[in-house]
């Protein structure tokens, strides 16, 4: 995961979220509305979220076609499992409010956070039509709210690269627990991630390197650095791969920097992405 701006609000969601309000306010009242009766006005923006993520799942990174992807609600619309034995009702009032929507892979949605939505010790959930963050305090990671990296951190175990909480961060492990971002499917794509991709480049470095060739390793090196641009698969993993090849007393000694992750967000019309 890396840090996502979703950008301006769509003009196609607002009058949908106040048609939407109006028609199931009743239903939460009569205790009649579901996940069924919410039903799916909120896609109208979908595209919209695929494109700015930049045709990426917002959890594992993985790049996905937009047909057979999901609107993911970060506070779950209809049902919030807080996976201590309470299941409350869902934060409905915020299906169709842009800051609560992201797009997501089917796998990272459907099979692995679901309706699942914990809260830290001592918050308050929200109460209907409150808006966040209240005084909740979610387990999960919000990548539009704070910098993922921070908390989650991909480490080599000797088998695979797996991700973990960075220095033992509590939420970053149960993050990955609750997506599921340790999972096989994952794993492997990781793994071949980074020695068919990463590993080669750092290579070519390390080789520059032992020849003292300057520019060579220059060169070589803004072609790692690649791998950390906001369009790349991975960034989060690509980034610590990196570290790990290439660790902070060799890139002390070239002076070759690495930078951290970018904020994923559809570039500006008219301008570049710097490679």
């Not at 909120?42 to 045709?55: G, N």
């Not at 506070?75 to 409350?88: C, E, L, M, S, W």
């Not at 939505?117 to 990548?143: C, H, N, R, Y």
């Not at 991909?154 to 149960?174: A, C, E, L, T």
């Given at each position: 995961m890396i840090r996502i701006e979703r950008g301006p609000e769509p003009t196609d969601l607002a009058p949908?979220?106040?048609?939407e309000l109006h028609r199931v306010r009743s239903m939460n009242a009569s205790g009649t509305l579901d996940s069924d009766a919410i039903g799916q006005a909120y896609a109208v923006v979908k595209r919209e979220l695929w494109t700015r993520q930049l045709m990426r799942c917002c959890?594992?990174?993985h790049q996905v076609q937009c047909?057979?992807?999901d609107v993911e609600h970060f506070r779950p619309k209809a049902r919030a499992d807080r996976q201590n034995g309470t299941v409350d009702k869902g934060y409905w009032w915020l299906a169709w409010?842009?800051?609560n929507l992201l797009f997501s892979c089917a796998i990272c949605n459907r099979s692995a956070k679901k309706d699942l939505f914990p809260l830290e010790a001592g918050s308050v959930p929200l109460v209907p039509e409150e808006q966040p963050p209240g005084k909740e305090l979610p387990t999960l990671i919000d990548p539009c709210a704070e910098d993922p990296v921070e908390l989650i951190q991909f480490v080599f175990d000797g088998s695979h690269w797996q991700p973990v909480g960075r220095n033992g961060s509590r939420r970053g492990q149960r993050t990955i627990e609750i997506l599921k971002l340790d999972r096989a499917d994952l794993l492997t794509l990781y793994d071949t991630h980074v020695n068919d991709h990463v590993k080669p480049r750092t290579d070519a470095t390390h080789e520059a390197i032992a020849r003292q060739d300057v520019d060579l390793i220059r060169s070589t090196w803004r072609r790692v650095r690649a791998f950390l641009t906001p369009r790349m698969p991975f960034i989060a993993l690509?980034?610590?791969a990196i570290d790990h090849f290439v660790p902070v007393d060799v890139r002390?000694?070239?002076?070759?920097?690495l930078p951290r992750p970018p904020v994923r967000a559809a570039p500006t019309p008219g301008l570049t992405t710097p490679g």
């Amino acid at each position: 995961m890396i840090r996502i701006e979703r950008g301006p609000e769509p003009t196609d969601l607002a009058p949908v979220r106040t048609a939407e309000l109006h028609r199931v306010r009743s239903m939460n009242a009569s205790g009649t509305l579901d996940s069924d009766a919410i039903g799916q006005a909120y896609a109208v923006v979908k595209r919209e979220l695929w494109t700015r993520q930049l045709m990426r799942c917002c959890y594992c990174e993985h790049q996905v076609q937009c047909d057979y992807s999901d609107v993911e609600h970060f506070r779950p619309k209809a049902r919030a499992d807080r996976q201590n034995g309470t299941v409350d009702k869902g934060y409905w009032w915020l299906a169709w409010t842009w800051e609560n929507l992201l797009f997501s892979c089917a796998i990272c949605n459907r099979s692995a956070k679901k309706d699942l939505f914990p809260l830290e010790a001592g918050s308050v959930p929200l109460v209907p039509e409150e808006q966040p963050p209240g005084k909740e305090l979610p387990t999960l990671i919000d990548p539009c709210a704070e910098d993922p990296v921070e908390l989650i951190q991909f480490v080599f175990d000797g088998s695979h690269w797996q991700p973990v909480g960075r220095n033992g961060s509590r939420r970053g492990q149960r993050t990955i627990e609750i997506l599921k971002l340790d999972r096989a499917d994952l794993l492997t794509l990781y793994d071949t991630h980074v020695n068919d991709h990463v590993k080669p480049r750092t290579d070519a470095t390390h080789e520059a390197i032992a020849r003292q060739d300057v520019d060579l390793i220059r060169s070589t090196w803004r072609r790692v650095r690649a791998f950390l641009t906001p369009r790349m698969p991975f960034i989060a993993l690509s980034f610590d791969a990196i570290d790990h090849f290439v660790p902070v007393d060799v890139r002390g000694r070239w002076g070759l920097d690495l930078p951290r992750p970018p904020v994923r967000a559809a570039p500006t019309p008219g301008l570049t992405t710097p490679g």
